[in-house]
């Protein structure tokens, strides 16, 4: 007969392995990278957390003032580099809000620097630079994840094997 504990572990695990939950976010800008100069700090992340190269992707800003609160309204370009080179820019333009979302589409994988300029907020009144990393896959990069997936779930599979042939063993010998 099935302990009462091993039938709740059973129901735990399977409650972790199948979540009725599809979407969760935290906040806005989760697993985001951040980079405060002076009396400002510049959030950036990414929708999905990983772009895909060929895909659009959509790149999240938010800029705070020293106390963390939003900024009501910012001047911003962005240059985008791929090897050190040059690949796109962004003009300069002015956000309301704290917050500026646009979409973009990466043409290579890898790592692509954004060297975001936010302007007229330096104590002399010229820019700030701020520097970040997104990493870009392509396409077939989520089979590593199906893969954890997959081991995730023959990891549950030997576990309940073992707990079901351990209870074969006692119940014979009775």
């Excluded at 646009?102 to 907020?121: C, Q």
Aim: hydrophobic share 45%; no cysteine.
């Amino acid at each position: 007969m099935v302990k009462l504990s091993q039938f709740f572990l059973i129901i735990f695990l399977a409650v972790m392995v199948i979540s009725p939950v599809y979407y969760a976010n935290a906040h806005s800008l989760f697993n985001s990278s951040e980079e405060k100069i002076g009396k400002y700090r510049v959030e950036i992340a990414t929708l999905p957390e990983i772009p895909n190269v060929g895909e659009k992707s959509q790149i999240l800003f938010r800029v705070l003032d020293e106390d963390e609160n939003e900024v009501g309204k910012f001047k911003m370009g962005i240059r985008i580099y791929y090897n050190d080179e040059l690949v796109d820019t962004i003009q300069p333009a002015y956000h309301e809000g704290g917050h500026w979302e646009f979409d973009y589409i990466f043409k290579d994988s890898g790592i692509h620097i954004y060297r975001v300029d936010l302007y007229d907020v330096a104590d002399n009144g010229g820019v700030l630079t701020y520097t970040f990393n997104v990493t870009t896959l392509v396409p077939f990069g989520y089979i590593f994840y199906y893969t954890v997936i997959a081991g995730g779930f023959a990891g549950i599979g030997l576990m309940i094997w073992s707990v079901l042939s351990r209870k074969k063993k006692t119940s014979a010998r009775l």
